[in-house]
DNA sequence: GCCAACGTTGGC
DNA sequence: GCCAACGTTGGC
């Protein structure tokens, strides 16, 4: 079971909107970079831990839990003509993005920021703080534990 | 395969 | 809105 940080702009799709989706699961689609892709594709599998983190926002940082129901699958939005996510040179033979299934479990008792996170030396090692751009990430055992509990200190 | 130009991300 | 960092594209 390994652990990821999943970054979302709550402008487009926050944790709330996953929260409150009827089925209590959405799709995690239109990853469109490489890396984040074969995260994605080769990696990610059901019942792996997820941190949700905001960007693009007023405050940015992690801001909740979600588990993936469904490893890395074809993302359907880049066979469709009509999606933004649309990749021409995508086909079913050979498809080019992959999305992941999730499922909300819980919103962190406050936002842990990403000022917090730079500022704490045992997260001197988390992708977050030298791969800033990558919008699937990993993340350890410990880090993971560690921002959970930074979360319920309150700080 | 290199590299310049360009586009995008994302913190502030 | 600005700007730095990074990713992608395409000519050669």
Same mark, same amino acid.
Request: hydrophobic share 35%.
């Given at each position: 079971?390994?652990?990821?940080?999943?970054?979302?702009?709550?402008?487009?799709?926050?944790?709330?909107?996953?929260?409150?989706?009827?089925?209590?699961?959405?799709?995690?689609?239109?990853?469109?970079?490489?890396?984040?892709?074969?995260?994605?594709?080769?990696?990610?599998? +059901?019942?792996?831990?997820?941190?949700?983190?905001?960007?693009?926002?007023? *405050?940015?940082?992690?801001?909740?839990? +979600?588990?993936?129901?469904?490893?890395?699958?074809?993302?359907?939005?880049?066979?469709?003509?009509?999606?933004?996510? @649309?990749?021409?040179?995508?086909?079913?033979?050979?498809?080019?993005? @992959?999305?992941?299934?999730?499922?909300?479990?819980?919103?962190?008792?406050?936002?842990?920021?990403? +000022?917090?996170?730079?500022?704490?030396?045992?997260?001197?090692?988390?992708?977050?703080?030298? *791969?800033?751009?990558?919008?699937?990430?990993?993340?350890?055992? +410990? $880090?993971?534990?560690?921002?959970?509990?930074?979360?319920?200190?309150? $700080?």
């Amino acid at each position: 079971m390994n652990y990821w940080l999943l970054k979302t702009e709550p402008d487009e799709y926050s944790l709330e909107h996953l929260r409150s989706e009827p089925s209590g699961q959405a799709r995690w689609d239109g990853i469109r970079n490489y890396q984040a892709r074969n995260l994605l594709r080769d990696a990610v599998a +059901a019942g792996d831990q997820v941190l949700i983190y905001h960007s693009q926002c007023r *405050q940015v940082g992690v801001v909740g839990q +979600a588990e993936v129901v469904r490893g890395g699958y074809p993302d359907p939005a880049q066979f469709d003509p009509d999606s933004h996510y @649309y990749d021409a040179k995508a086909s079913a033979d050979a498809p080019r993005w @992959y999305c992941i299934d999730i499922r909300f479990v819980a919103a962190l008792p406050r936002t842990v920021t990403l +000022a917090e996170i730079k500022r704490e030396p045992q997260l001197d090692d988390m992708v977050l703080r030298r *791969q800033g751009r990558l919008s699937v990430q990993p993340v350890t055992r +410990a $880090q993971w534990q560690h921002i959970l509990s930074m979360a319920k200190r309150g $700080q």
